[in-house]
Nanobody, 116 residues
């Protein structure tokens, strides 16, 4: 069974930082492009960041570029999202995603709440 366990969410004041982690079991993470997505209340899930299998290529949404950093440790089967300069509009449930062609897996989500 494939599981993506996301953690690290919580309540933080605007301007603060959080680091999310997503650890996989049942798959070898190095075979997958990894991504983070988020879903705010009443809104659709949106792309946040992605990282290639080897970690050499990253991509970010315009709303987080320069504030968030995605990274991965394939030896630990884990992907991270370092979030700095958080804003109230970053409040959402954050989901990690593993994608490899026709195989696509989602984690259970971790809640990030940024207070003003």
């Amino acid at each position: 069974e494939v599981q993506l366990q996301a953690s690290g969410g919580g309540l933080v004041q605007a301007g603060g930082s959080l680091r999310l982690s997503c650890t996989a079991s049942g798959i070898t993470l190095s075979n997958y492009t990894m991504g983070w997505f988020r879903q705010a209340p009443g809104k659709e899930r949106e792309f946040v960041a992605s990282i290639s299998r080897g970690g050499s290529t990253t991509s970010y949404s315009d709303s987080v570029k320069g504030r968030f950093t995605i990274s991965r440790d394939n030896a630990k089967n884990t992907v991270y999202l370092q979030m700095n300069s958080l804003r109230p509009e970053d409040t959402a449930v954050y989901y990690c995603n593993a994608n490899r062609g026709g195989a696509n897996y989602w984690g259970q989500g971790t809640l990030v709440t940024v207070s003003s």
